[in-house]
């Protein structure tokens, strides 16, 4: 049974989570201040350690959920009546858009540092393959010569070029491609890498 304390710990934790969220999300990873979020969950500075180890556990907390909105989101994307070629698409197109629409909290997936020594702990590590947890059923069908090992590292490339591409040009990197072009030239992408899955089977 959940104590009284147990429960106002979690509703402040809570509370916390949603107001680092809003501060990431309105000023990115730069933006996040301890006494504002404090603040702005209506708390003492104090309080934060109360229900967070630090400042850097409820960044993991906010990627937490973003992680889970963009796995819900790319598990949405799918259909089964899709070929994996459009099954593809559809995961490339839905992950630019999700990027598109949660730009900071998107980049603060990616971005956010712990300080020297420190490790990330195995509850968020664990989060991490809803990344590419979608892209591998389809991949299957195209390559069902691939053993499981090969088959997800696979996996892994195939995200990380769709995502090097998304995020040059959402940081304007001069090799970006210009935002009115980034969802038709993802889009070429993959049809490239899905075209060249095909020719490595022959």
């Not at 402040?12 to 603040?39: F, N, P, Q």
Request: proline share 4%; aromatic share 4%.
């Amino acid at each position: 049974m959940t104590s009284k304390a147990e429960t106002k710990r979690e509703n402040l934790r809570r509370r916390l989570i949603d107001s680092a969220e809003v501060a990431i999300r309105e000023g990115g990873l730069r933006g996040l201040k301890a006494r504002d979020v404090t603040a702005r969950a209506g708390c003492a500075l104090g309080g934060l350690y109360n229900a967070v180890q630090d400042l850097d556990q409820l960044v993991m907390l906010v990627n937490s959920r973003t992680l889970g909105r963009l796995g819900a989101d790319l598990k949405n994307a799918v259909t089964a009546e899709d070929t994996p070629t459009e099954t593809m698409q559809a995961l490339a197109a839905t992950y630019v858009e999700f990027a598109l629409q949660n730009t900071a909290l998107w980049s603060a997936i990616f971005n956010h540092r712990l300080p020297e020594g420190a490790e990330i702990p195995d509850w968020h590590k664990d989060e991490y393959p809803v990344l590419i947890a979608e892209i591998i059923a389809p991949l299957k069908q195209l390559r069902p010569d691939l053993p499981p090992d090969a088959l997800r590292l696979r996996a892994q490339t195939l995200f990380a070029s769709v995502h090097g591409v998304v995020q040059l040009a959402i940081h304007g990197r001069f090799v970006g491609v210009p935002l009115s072009m980034l969802k038709s030239e993802v889009a070429a992408l993959v049809d490239a890498m899905t075209r060249g899955i095909h020719l490595v089977k022959q």
